[in-house]
């Protein structure tokens, strides 16, 4: 899209975009930080961009007006305004190429808040996307600045508009997943950018499974919030797409872990998928012609083809990243013939645990014929909602004997799944257990909010939350007539303790 014409004129002198604006506009390449320090990021010069040229549509109502594009230095609003534009256009225009005809799940158009409020935070909640500011010394930080933190926010309504009954999904893989949506989303768009991929290039040596400019997430966030939280990120970034976690069922792991270690908190949770995927290119890539700038380019658009068949392919199961990773080598097989491509990625997810080598037999079998993989890459799965079971929750006190969840109650379609520590796979959790898990989890979390005769209340309570910004639960229990529902609200990507 850097290359984007600015204004097309149809024949006859009319403009195609009328509203487009005219110039050139700063942004950054993928964000302001670099390593561990807060500044120091790519700043690159685009044409200013049409926020509505695409099928996914996004518009900023935060603020209303439009500073007039132009090359603004950073730390102005105007700056804020274009590069968050062009972050947010790069992201609508490299999935809506993915998903045609497929629109958001608020509507036609994207609304985005570029400043709802001070917290160090950012989320997606179903009407759109919000980021916040926060100060840190004598600092003032923008999270929709970063272009790694709108292209993974913009990832969930992504996620959201191709797989909805993801959203309310009672099972801690789900909600982890969506978070490495988000970081994939992120990376996949940075390769977009020309400049990011001739650097990469440069700092890896063409090893692209190595800690780099790409493989680091929100460096700035991460500075921002390592001043006051030091072992809730990573020492040169937000997190890190390549790294060594290898797959635990998370039911097994603690609610809350330092950044050195995995836990079932769906951020932390998230890197293991993340680093599967990150890894999986590198091979992508490494199997390329001339593994050059153009052959980087051409394999994020690939690996976009590849996540969104898988995705779509994919059953809403306990196991659910060996069942998304395990589609991913089948539509891979089916799309790429002729590429190493179903191999490249059927390692990685081996070696970081998500497939066990035991689903190795089980895998071969699972065969996408190249005509339903193409059809995958641009279907909607029209079902809303996974289907509702009931929990019984006496035990814990919140004035009712049972709940209904939207449980993972789908049959898994073939026996593949994530690796025990010694020999074989992981047996999945039943739905009853997995339901239960999530809702404990939340439940430590104080992620949950009761709503009863309209009064609500949490049964544990989060400190410290922000002056401006109180709403950070992400789950509710509604009343629906005579029973309590367990629903989503929001994808809160905050840091991830929430201290
Ligand atoms: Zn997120």
Redo the contacts with the bound molecule.
């Keep these: 899209m850097e290359t984007t014409a600015i204004t097309r004129k149809k024949k006859g002198g009319k403009t195609k975009h009328p509203k487009q604006p005219a110039g050139t506009i700063n942004a950054w390449e993928q964000d302001p930080g670099s390593g561990n320090q807060p500044d120091g990021g790519q700043l690159i010069q685009e044409p200013a961009p049409d926020m509505s040229a695409t099928s996914l549509p996004t518009a900023i109502k935060n603020p209303a007006k439009a500073p007039a594009a132009g090359v603004y230095t950073p730390g102005t609003a105007e700056f804020r305004y274009w590069a968050a534009a062009a972050s947010l256009s790069r992201g609508s225009a490299f999935w809506s190429v993915q998903l045609p005809g497929i629109s958001w799940e608020v509507g036609k158009t994207l609304p985005v808040d570029l400043d709802h409020g001070s917290d160090l935070n ?3 909640d179903r009407v759109g996307l919000r980021f916040f500011h926060g100060i840190v010394g004598t600092r003032t930080f923008y999270s929709g600045e970063s272009p790694d933190v709108i292209n ?2 913009q ?2 309504a992504v996620l959201d508009a191709l797989k909805p009954q993801l959203w309310n999904a009672a099972n801690l893989e789900v909600p982890a997943f ?2 490495s949506f ?1 970081d994939m989303s992120a990376i996949l768009c940075a390769m977009q950018v020309p400049s990011l991929r001739h650097g990469v290039l440069a700092e890896t040596g063409g090893s692209l499974y190595k800690s780099s400019r790409l493989s680091r997430l929100a460096e700035q966030l991460g500075w921002a919030i390592r001043q006051s939280d030091p072992s809730d990120v990573d020492a040169d970034c937000l997190r890190n797409a390549v790294n060594s976690f290898f797959y635990r069922p998370p039911h097994t792991l603690p609610t809350y872990a330092p950044a050195s270690a995995l836990s079932s908190e ?2 932390s949770f998230s890197r293991v998928f993340t680093s599967a995927f990150f890894e999986g290119m590198a091979n992508m890539f490494h199997i390329t012609t001339n593994k050059d700038e153009a052959d980087l380019l051409q394999v994020s658009v690939d690996m976009g083809k590849i996540l969104v068949a898988g995705i779509t392919a994919a059953k809403v199961v306990s196991a659910f990243y060996s069942q998304v990773a395990a589609h991913m080598v089948s539509a891979a097989n089916a799309l790429f013939p002729n590429i190493a491509y179903g191999q490249a990625l059927k390692s990685s997810f081996i070696r970081h645990g998500i497939i066990s080598v035991a689903s190795s037999a089980a895998l071969a079998k699972l065969k996408m014929t190249a005509a339903a993989a193409k059809t995958m890459t641009a279907a909607k799965d029209k079902s809303k909602d996974v289907d509702r079971m009931r929990l019984h929750v006496a035990e814990y006190d919140l004035g009712m004997d049972s709940i209904l969840v939207h449980g993972v109650s789908e049959p898994k379609s073939f026996a593949i799944a994530g690796a025990t520590l010694n020999v074989g796979m992981v047996t999945p959790q039943t739905d009853d257990e997995a339901a239960k898990s999530f809702f404990e989890d939340l439940l430590r979390r104080g992620r949950l909010r009761v709503v009863k005769n309209n009064v609500a209340m949490s049964p544990v309570v989060r400190p410290g939350l922000s002056e401006t910004h109180h709403e950070s639960h992400t789950h509710e229990l509604q009343q629906e007539g005579s029973e309590y529902v367990l629903k989503r609200v929001r ?3 905050g840091p991830w303790c929430g201290h």
């Design positions: 950012a989320y997606y993974h926010e990832g969930h969506h978070e988000g769906p951020h994808i809160d990507c």
